[in-house]
Nanobody, 123 residues
Framework: QVPLVESGGGLVQAGGSLRLSCAAS????????MGWFRQAPGKEREFVAS????????YYADSVKGRFTISRDNAKNTVYLQMNNLKPEDTAVYYC????????????????RGQGTQVTVSS
């Protein structure tokens, strides 16, 4: 497994913002689509957002559209998830992944995965 390391999670009040980062080491992911997923307690892992290999296209789950923004910096081998206007229902462990189908939205399609970072939104 190629390491992807997420950071930037934490505790924030509803309406607040966080920016998650996902850094890759050991190889470049500039040629891969990248995605963010999340898993809340007792729920299945779900797709959040994805971005094409060159950053030219993005795709979002309806639940985060207009509030979250995915971006990437291939020179830094890093992908970001800017999360604004956070809601308690956004509370979950957030995972980044690489190499999957940008519009497929399935975790199983992404062969490279991080270990996750916790995001907790208090009401």
């Amino acid at each position: 497994q190629v390491p992807l390391v997420e950071s930037g999670g934490g505790l924030v009040q509803a309406g607040g913002s966080l920016r998650l980062s996902c850094a890759a080491s050991g190889r470049t992911f500039s040629g891969y689509h990248m995605g963010w997923f999340r898993q809340a307690p007792g729920k299945e892992r779900e797709f959040v957002a994805s971005i094409s290999w060159n950053g030219g296209s993005t795709y979002y789950a309806d639940s985060v559209k207009g509030r979250f923004t995915i971006s990437r910096d291939n020179a830094k081998n890093t992908v970001y998830l800017q999360m604004n206007n956070l809601k308690p229902e956004d509370t979950a462990v957030y995972y980044c992944a690489a190499g999957g189908d940008m519009y497929g939205g399935r975790w199983s399609q992404y062969p490279y995965r991080g270990q996750g970072t916790q995001v907790t939104v208090s009401s």
